[in-house]
């Protein structure tokens, strides 16, 4: 019917006078739509048959005309209904694309049968800038228009939001589980609503223009210096009034910015502080002076300081004569700030007729090795230069054994070298493995049995080896450790808990860090609202973290062990900690159930929860704490 095309027209044009006019707000800006789920996997599903995939997919669509009529570039990661796409493949998008601005859309379920609804506005959490800025933005939209009732802002750490580098955010509107709610959006006028307001939003929070900073990393966009300052040039589109830079998560202080004066909108960025040698990721973010945040740019940064000074040692005070074979040499080398050098260099060793090339250990500390016949008499002279630094020399005599020369190496998870290990002999230290794991004691001839007792620091058991000999003067034992648990080996692990809970966080740390793992106690700062928020922000900033153990108390009857309901790994703990618990306490019960604590859901960790009663029974607690830990030492 005309009239009635005509009618709609003159409603366009009264609602969003800004297409008349041909005003482009978001002209330049890229952004990507994720519509959560698809294709086998439908998301919630509404008590009255609606998908949240199907839906989440009209509200990108409908936005993504919105936001192509203000000029902004949009691209969807999935455009039709029956595509299944993974979460691993929506960020491998945006992290090839690199948008301003990554959005993904979903609606709500939940276990409750009586949830309020709501709208919920996740932002990645390690990202303070564009991340938060818009999505503070999308939450104001839709509290102020009452879309869902009450709207509500919160850091996380999805998939999709933690291993995204863009800028991103993820929406649930609202609840699909709640039948009034999935009416609107089955009618279509919920989620037109929701796309509008999403775009209002997004517009309001560019309506300023968009901050950007560019960063002049040299031709190879990487910066290789030979001194420990660093000068970043970065141009800007708009005057800049904060910057902050991170290197490997960790936020560098003692930094200085300057613009320059000849050159509008040029800063350079320069550090006070000295680095270390060795490679860098330099994360850097800005605001603007209108209050802007910029996406935060990334640049690799190699500092090389030049070598100073080589140390070098044999590992034993002399070759036994007729010694065949491989016979370590430790190296050490400092930089020219006087500190232990921390990066691999070309080191040149040179003995009798031979010269052989190493790259050195970045941790500096190197053990080489030189080849011998068995024929070298007297001394070996041995000559080291690192990187044309001066040449260094020892001499390493040549001696009829008068005692009884042992050169051993430990060795323990994966074959990997054990530094820092004692050596006893009837509870005497007589000896210390070196940063590879060599050892050298000698004792006398006349005796035929020597047992050692082998210490590791941690994460090994110890050990007990007797040496038997028939009279031969070298010996050169291979020893090997067993590692405690190898199950949590080198595992990286976060604790969370409130101080009230310090005692029994510190008893389930101590036999952790015995065993090798690598455990951080994150903070939870009693002043903060959300002290929840802060453990997970600092969870998430450790690489590949591979457990997180939260502790609580709480008004309940029983002990409680939670994990994330899609969490397989997350059950299987949860499952193991009660089942070993039950085992030792049968008449105690402990409950092993899925949660939405907030730390279940947020870190790529396997997360779980132990949730004690209020009534402190430190019996109970020391008990689980011990389950606990032996759990996490066999899980695999
Ligand atoms: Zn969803």
Known sequence: MKNYKKLAFLFLLTTFPAFAQGYKPLAGLNIMLDPGHGGADPGAVGRLGLKESDTNLRVARYLRMLLEHDGANVTLTRETPDKTTSLAQRVAMSNKAMPDLFISIHHNASLNPNPTNHSEIYYKSVDSGVSKYVGEHLNN?????????????????????????????????????????????????GLTKEAEILWRSIRKAYEKGAF??????????????????????????????????????????????????????TYSLYNTHPLR?????????????????APCKKVNLVVALPIKKVEMAPVAPYIPMGFKGRFPIDIKIFDEQNHINTRSALAKLSYGKKVSEILTDASGITTAFIELEGTETKEVKVKLSVEGSNEVEVNVPIVMPIQRF???????????????????????????????????????????????????????????????????????????????????????????????????????????????????????????????????????????????????????????????????????????????????????????????????????????????????????????????????????
């Open 141 to 189: 939209g839709l509290y102020d228009a009452k879309y869902a009732g009450d709207s509500v802002i919160i850091p996380a750490g999805f998939y999709v939001l933690r291993n995204n580098n863009a800028p991103a955010i993820l929406t649930e509107g609202s609840y699909i589980s709640i039948p009034d709610s999935e009416k609107q959006l089955r009618s279509g006028k």
């Open 212 to 265: 950007k900073i560019d960063l002049y990393a040299g031709p190879e966009e990487k910066l290789v210096m030979d001194s420990p300052y660093f000068n970043i040039l970065f141009t800007a589109n708009k005057a800049v009034k904060t910057v902050n830079a991170r290197v490997d998560n960790v936020k560098l202080g003692n930094l200085g910015v300057k613009s320059i004066m000849a050159y509008p909108m």
């Open 277 to 293: 040698s060795g490679e860098y990721e330099i994360s850097i973010s800005a605001e603007s002076v209108d209050g802007i945040p």
């Open 406 to 636: 042992v050169l051993g190496k430990l060795s323990g998870f994966n074959n990997s070298p054990l530094a820092g290990a004692k050596i006893k002999h009837n509870d005497k230290t007589i000896a210390r493995t070196n940063e590879n794991g060599f050892f050298y004691f000698a004792y006398p001839l006349t005796t035929n049995e020597f047992t050692i007792d082998v210490q590791p620091r941690f994460g090994h058991n110890n050990l007990v080896h007797t040496i038997k000999t028939y009279g031969e003067p070298v010996i050169l034992p291979l020893l090997n450790a067993e590692p405690i648990a190898p199950a949590l080996y080198n595992k990286k692990l976060a604790v969370m808990a409130k101080e009230q809970l310090n005692d029994m966080s510190r008893n389930l740390i101590k036999p952790l860090v015995y065993a090798g793992a690598k455990v951080t106690r994150l903070s939870m700062p009693p002043t903060m609202e959300h002290p929840e928020y802060q453990a997970v922000l600092e969870a998430n900033l450790i690489k590949d973290l591979n457990f997180v153990i939260s502790l609580k108390t709480e008004n309940i009857k029983n002990i409680q062990i939670r994990h994330y309901h899609s969490s397989k790994n997350g059950k299987k703990l949860a499952d193991a900690v009660k089942a070993t618990f039950n085992e030792s306490y049968p008449d105690i019960a402990v409950k092993s159930c899925a949660g939405s604590d907030y730390e279940l859901g947020h870190t790529g960790a396997t997360a779980i929860v132990i949730a004690i009663p209020a009534q402190p029974d430190e019996k109970t607690r020391e008990a689980l704490i011990n389950h606990l830990s032996q759990a996490l030492k066999s899980n695999n």
